[in-house]
């Protein structure tokens, strides 16, 4: 088998942890799979992955060779394309990963313009508020908002973005606006629960150069921004959400902003790459493009 073939083999199983799973990705019998990294091992004379009957994981001299994989693929696909007519023209396949919202609001309605411009490049976009697993799932990069947990990947900070503290006008007819932190007993929230764990977070709000937590009272909860923003809408109560979330809505007059002096700090934006700090063009070229895209929409203070 061809030696770069061996590489993208190689590279599929890392990321999969898995022959079945590579296999599916790259369209392959297992068993070819399976014969091309025992191929590949036996060129360079050593063991690149260690196989047990549910994973498949590289052992060091793998993970080193992994990497140098993806900067050899990477090589190879520029030359093979930079002297071609359409020349420098950049194309492939494109795999993120976006919060559902900033997906809709943002980077769906900006493609086109991006997809006019490099019409070789196809992306498949995965629009979620949970953490995926980008190597196991074979993500080139994602866009996360809020700190960070170590993981091990790269990650490019983009902005920072406001928070505010909104509730619809029909909770604040009800139950009263609440003009300081401590006036939160008397309130509902509508909880947030982490995608990731299921915990209900805190109400937070930044004061004094601190961050200060507080358990506000609730009775329901939701785990997507999409839940969470509609039932403020319905006047469940208050929430805590990234002003461009409810630009809209409060234009609209749907949601009022409270508490305007104990809002929470601001959320860092990143995006996340698996591998080494080489990429190839096409996804270095829309990385740029996401990060200039997502800075401008996201980053300007709430009211501004």
Do not use: K
């Amino acid at each position: 088998m061809d030696r770069l073939d061996l590489y993208r083999i190689f590279a599929r199983v890392v990321e999969a942890r898995s022959f079945s799973r590579a296999a599916d990705r790259l369209q392959m019998p297992r068993s070819s799979v399976s014969a091309a990294i025992a191929e590949l091992e036996a060129r360079i004379g050593a063991r690149l992955v260690h196989r047990t009957t549910r994973r498949v994981a590289p052992t060091a001299e793998g993970d080193e060779f992994y990497d140098r994989c993806l900067a050899v693929l990477a090589d190879s696909e520029e030359l093979e394309t930079m002297f071609r007519q359409a020349a420098r023209r950049i194309g492939g396949r494109i795999r993120v990963d976006v919060p559902g919202r900033i997906g809709r609001l943002v980077l769906a309605p900006a493609l086109p313009g991006f997809l006019d411009r490099y019409p070789g490049i196809f992306v498949e976009i995965g629009m979620t508020d949970r953490p995926v697993d980008l190597i196991g799932e074979g993500v080139d990069c994602a866009l996360r908002v809020g700190e960070l947990v170590e993981s091990g990947l790269r990650a490019r900070r983009i902005c920072d973005i406001a928070q505010i503290n909104v509730a619809s006008p029909a909770y604040l007819a009800r139950y009263g606006t609440p003009s300081v932190p401590a006036d939160l007993a008397a309130h509902l929230q509508v909880a947030y629960a982490s995608p990731r764990s299921g915990r209900i977070m805190e109400w937070e709000w930044h004061e004094g150069g601190r961050d200060h937590g507080l358990r506000v009272p609730w009775q329901v909860s939701a785990n997507s921004a999409e839940g969470y923003i509609a039932c403020a809408l319905a006047g469940l109560g208050l929430i805590q959400i990234p002003a461009y979330d409810v630009a809209g809505h409060l234009r609209a007059g749907e949601l009022v902003e409270v508490l305007p002096e104990a809002r929470p700090a601001p959320m860092p934006v990143h995006l996340l790459f698996p591998g080494p700090s080489r990429m190839t063009r096409r996804l270095a070229v829309f990385a740029d493009w996401l990060a200039d895209l997502v800075a401008g929409a996201l980053a300007p203070p709430a009211g501004g």
